[in-house]
């Protein structure tokens, strides 16, 4: 069962920019689809990004378009959240996933990986 540890998160003024960081161990990420999610305080988990399966195309919420850039490098078996133009809303902890076992890229129930989550704290 492959492990993720995301890194990266801290705080940061609103206009401000953060890159995440995903690494994968005990498995590959190989053709794996990857995501980022994120959840604020009180509030439910919810969509940031996704590849699809076999390097398609990349989703994003509407909240995060423009702003924020999914990217992965199998070399290094890791994914990346570069985060642009940030917002004291876009403040959760931010959780990377894989293995991916719908074509629901947007439900979190689809993951069968998931790491522990960072922090990304965005003051105004």
């Known amino acids: 069962q492959v492990q993720l540890v995301e890194s990266g998160g801290g705080l940061v003024q609103a206009g401000g920019s953060l890159r995440l960081a995903c690494e994968a161990s005990g498995g590959t990420l190989g053709s794996s689809a990857g995501a980022w999610f994120r959840q604020a305080p009180g509030k439910e988990r919810e969509f940031v990004t996704s590849?699809?399966?076999?390097?398609?195309?990349?989703y994003y919420a509407d909240s995060v378009k423009g702003r924020f850039s999914f990217s992965s490098d199998n070399a290094k078996n890791s994914m990346y959240l570069q985060m642009n133009n940030l917002k004291p809303e876009d403040t959760a902890v931010y959780y990377c996933?894989?293995?991916?076992?719908?074509?629901?890229?947007?439900?979190?129930?689809?993951?069968?990986?998931w790491g522990p989550g960072t922090q990304v704290t965005v003051s105004s």
């Open positions: 590849t699809s399966w076999n390097g398609g195309p990349i």
């Open positions: 996933a894989a293995h991916r076992s719908s074509s629901r890229y947007f439900d979190a129930a689809s993951y069968r990986a």
